[in-house]
């Protein structure tokens, strides 16, 4: 299992976005760190265009999208800012892809949410020829994507999406590196979302990178407060209350419940969740924060080759764990 973190581009402190990036990255690096998974939500700077910066000033450590969404920009468009990213970073750059919600697209950019599937597989059929740079010709019912593009030396970046139904979890078997989840449990893990993009992927490797909400602190009151507030609309979002149902965990709500259970009390008791989750075959971990400081706190996972935690300006943190699964088993 491989020791990731998350960071978000409104975990500035009222910095500039693009120097706490920059800063934050090669603190990560200098400590250990070989990844990162940076979100994009629909009110932030334009995340590629930051690490178009970010990659520049910083060597040596993968950054992955977790994720972007589809909706809002053409294939042939997300190709060549991939592209031109993977050529500025030497390849290390990862292109995560999601759906987003209907909140999202149909409430601030009105854009029907429909079809979920066919759409990101349309899109699939019109992006990855280009990535790998041939030409597309993918006519859809949701989105064409014809023509071709020129970046010299640009090699493709491993695309992941964002998957938890059954149906984007063979898709992502078949067509990608993997997935990435979020708030995904240990049960859903190893009965689901593993075993169905194994099974999807046939012979070929692929990764789930499970990114979980993580607090290591004495204050267990306090964490399950700002956990119950920060993270009671998930309830309310189909993709994610399927997970939750499947876990038995009730929806979070803005006072403490047992919904916030994935929240370890102390440093000492991550090993044996910790186990539970390399066990159930997946890749990469990310880090949640439930203060608005900014700041990285590494969880004291047994797996990391360095614990050394990152500047550290408060108690919780999120994660990301992950390792390469194969199939068959």
């Not at 960071?7 to 934050?24: F, H, K």
Request: some cysteine; aromatic content about 6%; charged content about 20%.
């Amino acid at each position: 299992m491989q020791i990731s973190l998350i960071a978000s581009l409104s975990d500035t402190g009222g910095r500039s976005p693009i120097d706490a990036t920059v800063e934050n990255l090669a603190q990560l690096h200098e400590e250990g760190f070989r990844r990162v998974w940076m979100t994009q939500m629909p009110y932030e700077p334009d995340l590629l265009t930051v690490l178009a910066v970010a990659f520049r000033e910083v060597d040596g450590i993968e950054v992955g999208t977790g994720v972007i969404p589809i909706q809002n920009q053409h294939p042939m468009l997300l190709a060549q800012r991939a592209l031109t990213l993977s050529l500025i970073s030497g390849g290390r750059f990862l292109l995560g892809l999601g759906m987003t919600h209907a909140a999202v697209t149909e409430g601030m950019w009105g854009i029907p949410w429909d079809k979920p599937v066919r759409r990101l597989r349309e899109y699939l059929d019109g992006l990855q020829p280009l990535l790998a740079g041939e030409p597309a010709d993918a006519p859809g019912e949701t989105v064409t994507t014809r023509g071709a593009l020129q970046i010299p030396g640009a090699t493709a970046p491993e695309v992941y999406i964002a998957a938890l139904g059954p149906q984007l979890l063979k898709l992502a078997g078949r067509r990608t590196a993997g997935t990435v989840t979020w708030m995904t449990g240990p049960t859903t893990l190893a009965e689901h979302v593993a075993p169905t993009l194994r099974e999807a992927a046939g012979e070929r490797p692929v990764r789930v990178v499970a990114a979980l909400p993580v607090s290591v602190t004495d204050d267990v009151d306090g964490a399950r407060a700002q956990a119950a507030k920060q993270f009671a609309m998930y309830g309310h979002l189909p993709s994610y209350r399927a997970m939750l149902d499947r876990e038995a965990t009730p929806a979070p709500r803005t006072r403490p419940s047992s919904a916030t259970k994935a929240l370890w009390p102390n440093a000492s008791e991550p090993s044996g969740r910790s186990v539970s989750m390399s066990m159930s075959g997946w890749c990469s971990t990310r880090r949640p924060k439930l203060e608005p400081a900014p700041g990285l706190c590494c969880a004291h996972f047994p797996d990391s080759r360095r614990r050394k935690p990152a500047r550290k300006t408060g108690l919780h943190g999120r994660f990301t764990s992950g390792r390469r699964v194969s199939a068959p088993v």
